[in-house]
């Protein structure tokens, strides 16, 4: 680390980012006011031009000395915050009252080009009073792996943070060996967390959660101030977009890997990319986590997660909600007996769009479980399986393709009858419903195997699997003959057993 290197401040005229910083106003107990920490020798590995835009920014500015600066941490603008944000968390079951930034500092806030007010975070940007020993940097490869998912969960329309740039530092981080150091630039609705909620009750500071739970309502959830309780409506509004959340995750068989309390956005946006991963064979039981021994984070696990998760945020809110302790606990266990409520519905959703279904039918679930029976009993590609039933609707000729993906062919015949017959009930001809899931079923994901390989190549400075990634993610509904690689499963020596989070 070349603590000898002081961050300059970028000039006054024409600023780099119009921040203006909401989160830093809020008094100085909920954050750490400090510095990146230099880096040696920046180096723009990417640009995510196009959200740079979004974000009223100047690609062109970001790409220069100037920008790379910033983005390393190796310049502070005159208008940044320049904050590590306090919180706390349950990390695997086990509560820990002090986590926070470790490793990650929050520039400040923009407005896009919406209206929209959205974080800048530099991540890996050198040690803060929170990081609990370690070093506050980022490897390499955890920044491209969190740059390619979170991209891609975008282009899949699930909610997420997004990744602005990823810079070499020139620096080495130290794991279980020597790795290139990089710093990732992520942009979020917020970076407020369940732990952040967590962090105050756990002090016993009930100022400290009603400021925290104001600035949640004002800057994402509004229309609660209209409420009679607008902190019950406010706990009930973010479980609502957590279990959204959850359904789109399973959609997809995306698996979080570490669904902490400190990794559960306020906002109901994905966030926190580590050990994550897409699925290839369907299985409930599904976990790549290297941490993640018991399987608490499986596939499978995640909507019950997600609940628990809720739970502990409302444990936070109970001075919020009423002041007789009774009827408080009422009303948190009301609303966290209602998430199955809020659930179940939205994956439905999610599941009867990826059959092709636009209206409901009582027995829709049955048709989707029994289907994912199918699919564990004969080791079938989760994304395979839905794309290829897209093409089956309006090309029965289609139907070999579907079938060479499981064991036992013969097994897919009883569930195809049944759902042929509730397609008939729709009311739209097949090439319609045809499109309609081919909207609903992506061609590409971010396979294991290929962010491994987009990983392995830019270690020894070939960017250019990366590149090859990142631009076939871009239309991951579409079947394009130069992505058509980035479709297929993973050969036996290809398949990835393990993911890690890179801390």
């Known amino acids: 680390m070349d603590t000898h290197i002081t961050p300059k401040r970028e000039p006054t005229a024409a600023p780099l980012f119009a921040f203006d910083n909401s989160y830093a106003r809020l008094p100085a107990r909920f954050y750490a006011k400090l510095a990146p920490t230099p880096v040696s020798a920046p180096r723009l590995l990417r640009l995510n031009e196009a959200l740079a835009r979004e974000l009223g920014l100047d690609p062109a500015r970001l790409a220069s000395p100037e920008g790379i600066a910033v983005l390393a941490g190796n310049a502070v603008p005159e208008t940044a915050a320049s904050i590590a944000q306090a919180y706390s968390g349950h990390q695997f079951g086990s509560f820990s009252p002090q986590l926070g930034d470790g490793r990650a500092m929050l520039l400040g806030e923009v407005i896009d080009a919406q209206g929209q007010r959205r974080d800048i975070q530099l991540k890996g940007s050198g040690p803060t009073p929170f990081s609990r020993r370690g070093d ?40 279980e060996q ?13 970076h407020i967390r369940v732990g952040t909620f967590q962090y105050f009750a756990a002090r016993g500071d009930t100022e400290g959660l009603k400021l925290l739970a104001d600035h949640v309502i004002d800057r994402h959830y509004p229309q609660a101030r209209y409420e009679a309780n607008p902190y019950r409506a406010m706990l009930a509004a973010v479980m609502a977009r957590q279990a959204r959340l959850i359904a789109q995750w399973m959609g997809v068989g995306f698996i979080h890997g570490v669904m902490n309390t400190d990794n559960a956005s306020i906002a109901g946006e994905t966030i926190d990319y580590g050990p ?17 021994q018991a399987g608490r984070y499986a596939y499978a696990n995640q909507p019950r997660i997600a609940q628990w998760n809720m739970a502990r945020l409302a444990e936070t809110m109970l001075g919020l909600l009423a002041e007789n302790a009774d009827a408080a606990l009422a009303q948190a266990q009301e609303l966290i007996d209602g998430f199955p409520a809020l659930y179940e519905p939205a994956l439905a959703d999610v599941m009867r769009a990826k059959l092709g279904l636009a209206t409901a039918r009582d027995d829709d679930m049955v048709l989707v479980t029994d289907l ?20 089956v609707v309006a090309d029965a000729a289609k139907e070999a393709t579907l079938r060479a993906l499981f064991k036992e062919p013969a097994a897919l015949d009883a569930w195809l009858a049944r759902w042929r017959a509730r397609l008939e009930q729709e009311f739209d001809d097949a090439v319609a419903i045809g499109a309609r899931m081919l909207a609903a079923n992506p061609a590409v994901i971010p396979r294991n195997h290929r962010v491994e390989e987009a990983i392995a190549a830019a270690l020894v400075d070939d960017l ?14 579409e079947e394009r003959a130069e992505t058509a690689t980035y479709m297929q499963p993973p050969q036996p020596h290809e398949i990835v057993q393990q993911t890690f989070c890179g801390t």
Do not use: Q
């Open 136 to 175: 506050g940097r980022a490897a390499l490869g955890p920044v491209l792996r969190e740059y390619i998912v979170s991209e891609a969960m975008h282009r899949l329309h699930i909610p997420t943070t997004r990744s602005l740039a990823a810079i070499a530092t020139g620096d080495w981080v130290f794991r």
């Open 372 to 391: 994912f029976a199918l699919m564990a009993d004969n080791e079938a590609d989760f994304t395979l399986v839905f794309r290829a039933l897209s093409h």
């Open 276 to 292: 994550c991963a897409f699925m290839d064979t369907y299985h409930p039981g599904t976990v790549f986590s290297s941490i993640d």
């Open 178 to 190: 020597p790795r290139p150091g990089a710093v990732l630039t992520r942009v979020a609705a917020s």
């Open 464 to 477: 250019a699997p990366f590149e090859r990634l990142i631009e076939a993610l871009a239309t991951p509904f």
